[in-house]
């Protein structure tokens, strides 16, 4: 689940509490291109109000039609399909040879989406279990991520944090990462154990998947045991505290582990790791400098090149250049610009 369907249910949430009928469509199932993933979410009302998307635009608009007309799935869930034929995609905005399935629901206590809540709002991983024949759902809590799971009687759909961001550094360009990261449904701690009183903006301090520490960040990471579904950032500027991190970081299984610094400052780094116990494939998982190349200058500029080399690797696309090597030609005939590249 990311961010934006969690978005979804605090909206139902919210529109149940004025009174407002909701239904519920989720993606089940998907067939060659398509806009949204399954587990996907959208809740809409008779009155046109909209959260979430399975689309993209034309099919929200039908079922917004649909809903205003008076169609109501019963206690058992609707299944719809979208783009069984040419025309039909054509019609719908569907990329070429896309289709998907949608089951729709209408919103009750028999739904468990407050139950769903409960569990994010706790941080926790959850499935969300949907019996297609009677419209009851139940909610269960899971140690590991879950896979979604479709057949004609159950739909299942997992959610909650299920990716994370570890970052060392609490400065302004960990806030512009923060703003971006959160709707990319990422679950993110930062850690800084300086006492330090910048003016910049916590306000994401009560966010739900937001939490600060002053652990010392090598501490953190062996106490956090990231997984595959973790990304690891030092934004501190501080060899001392950044390079703590990364002695842990490379070592573990997380995804993404990224500093950072100029190429000077990288290939500097990259010397003093390797005189502790690591070995060269592990240091050569660091990207440094830091981010897809995009000429980044500014702080909300660098933050996008962060999360965009996130994402392309969280996807399994390897997107731009591969900057963990400071030798490649490419890389190093990159723009070096100052607030990228800063020491």
Not at 124 to 132: N, T, Y
Request: charged residues 20%; hydrophobic residues 40%; contains cysteine.
């Amino acid at each position: 689940m990311d961010g934006v369907d969690a978005e979804v249910l605090d909206a139902v949430a919210r529109w149940q509490s004025q009174g407002d009928d909701v239904l519920l469509a989720t993606v089940a199932r998907t067939w060659g291109s398509a806009p949204r993933p399954v587990g996907a979410m959208m809740a809409l009302t008779p009155r046109g109000r909209v959260a979430g998307s399975v689309s993209g635009g034309c099919i929200e608009d039908d079922l917004l039609a649909k809903v205003a007309g008076g169609f109501r799935p019963g206690l058992r869930p609707h299944v719809k399909t979208y783009g069984l034929s040419a025309d039909e995609a054509h019609r719908f905005g569907l990329p070429c040879g896309g289709t998907l399935e949608l089951v729709i629901e209408c919103v009750t206590p028999r739904s468990a989406l407050d139950a769903m809540r409960s569990v994010i709002a706790a941080g926790r991983l959850g499935v969300r279990e949907l019996d297609l024949r009677t419209g009851q759902a139940r909610v269960r809590g899971v140690g590991q991520p879950a896979a979604f799971g479709y057949t004609p009687t159950r739909l299942s759909v997992p959610f909650g944090p299920r990716w994370r961001i570890i970052v060392i550094g609490d400065g302004q360009l960990t806030q512009h990462l923060v703003h971006m990261a959160l709707p990319l449904g990422y679950q993110i701690v930062i850690c800084d154990p300086r006492d330090i009183h910048d003016d910049h903006d916590h306000a994401q301090e009560t966010h739900r998947h937001v939490t600060r520490t002053k652990e010392m960040p090598d501490d953190l990471i062996v106490r956090l045991r990231p997984d595959g579904n973790t990304a690891i950032v030092a934004l501190t500027h501080d060899p001392k505290l950044d390079d703590m991190a990364l002695l842990e970081a490379l070592k573990s299984e997380a995804f993404y582990v990224g500093a950072i610094g100029s190429h000077r400052n990288q290939a500097s780094r990259r010397e003093r790791l390797a005189m502790f116990d690591l070995t060269a494939t592990q240091i050569g998982r660091l990207h440094g400098p830091v981010g897809l190349p995009l000429g980044s200058r500014t702080p909300p500029e660098i933050a996008l090149a962060i999360l965009a080399q996130m994402t392309a690797l969280r996807n399994g696309v390897r997107a731009g250049v591969d900057v963990s090597s400071s030798s490649s030609g490419h890389v190093s005939s990159r723009r070096r610009t100052p607030a990228m590249h800063a020491a």
